[in-house]
């Protein structure tokens, strides 16, 4: 890929320290920067999780949690750029999740339009397309985080199809596309990069080991699955371009 010495993107990650299930602390999450820059990253987005109506850290306790982050990475020159933003969990009243956002409670991807979003994993496609619906009508571009879990959807090709023709953008877990010759799971998940459905890929990184910052390692192994050069360039540097300009993609 010819850009690939400018370093990938990692839109989805819990590494700002010490507000939700991700990063303990800073020094945790000074390893994990470290293994992002290991696998090639030179921009992470910091996405915490965003529970509507549970108990979710200040705006004031986050910004200073970034505020540490960012002198660490100053004062250790480490080449990486961090942006927030939150995985918010949609569930309830949507409305008031977009009041949340417009309020600064929620944060989209870095002051864009683009929000970050979940759902249960046993979400039925249709309350999908009622979030979906309620998002686009007041300008957010959505992204769907980790499309490959939801049950209703994640092995049903068309109904995917259907969302990115809507304008909605996928979001896969790195460690989704690793597996061997006898993972279906992993080998459908390759099929739907190859396939031009997913529009970003995320580590959804929370710690160092099991769920570790990981970029490189996924890439050079859809490579070796022979995924087609210009998806993974889409993937991994035109889409991410176009996600910080704010621009559709
Ligand atoms: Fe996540």
Redesign the pocket.
């Given at each position: 890929m010819k850009r690939n010495q400018q370093g990938y993107t990692d839109i989805?990650?819990?590494l700002l320290p010490g507000v939700d299930d991700?990063a303990r602390n800073l020094s945790m999450t000074e390893k994990m920067l470290t293994m992002a820059i290991e696998q090639g990253c030179d921009r992470i987005y910091f996405?915490p999780?965003y529970v509507p109506g549970k108990r979710n850290a200040s705006i004031a306790t986050r910004e200073k949690r970034l505020q540490e982050v960012k002198e660490l990475i100053a004062e250790k020159n480490l080449p990486i750029e961090v942006i927030i933003g939150n995985?918010i969990y949609v569930y309830g009243d949507k409305e008031e999740i977009v009041k949340s956002i417009k309020a600064g409670e929620i944060k989209t991807m870095g002051e864009t339009s683009y929000i970050?979003v979940?759902f249960s994993t046993a979400i039925k496609e249709q309350g999908i397309w009622e979030a979906v619906e309620v998002f686009q009508r007041y300008g957010y571009k959505v992204i769907i985080?980790?499309v490959e879990r939801y049950e209703s959807i994640a092995k049903n090709g068309e109904a995917l199809r259907k969302l990115t023709e809507a304008g909605v953008y996928l979001q896969m877990?790195t460690e989704s596309v690793i597996g061997g010759l006898f993972d279906r799971d992993a080998a459908w998940h390759r099929k739907l990069v190859a396939e031009g459905l997913i529009s970003f890929f995320?580590s959804?990184a929370?710690d160092t080991e099991g769920r570790a910052p990981l970029m490189e390692d996924a890439i050079a192994f859809l490579k070796k699955k022979k995924i087609p050069e210009h998806i993974l360039e889409r993937i991994c540097f035109e889409n991410p371009d176009k996600l910080i300009k704010d621009e559709y993609i």
């Open positions: 989805h990650s819990h991700g996405t999780h995985e970050l979940e985080a980790h877990n995320g959804d929370h």
